[in-house]
């Protein structure tokens, strides 16, 4: 995850306690805790994301 360039949610008000995302990395969307940036990372592929998100809504 080296690569990854992470960013928060406009959404989170700049608290830091919020989840962080990368969407620089071709078929990945990996995402981490911002209270645990060297912690662990669950990976999604791009279609299992943007359902994630879909259904969100």
């Known amino acids: 995850m080296t690569r990854a360039a992470w960013r928060t949610s406009s959404y989170s008000g ?3 306690d919020c989840v962080e995302i990368a ?3 071709p078929h990945l969307v ?3 805790d911002s209270k645990r ?3 662990p990372v669950i990976g999604f592929g791009r279609g299992a ?3 994630f998100l879909r259904d969100l809504g």
Do not use: E, S
């Open 49 to 51: 994301w943007q359902a």
């Open 23 to 25: 969407t620089n990395l």
């Open 14 to 16: 700049g608290q830091g």
């Open 30 to 32: 990996p995402v981490r």
């Open 37 to 39: 940036a060297a912690g």
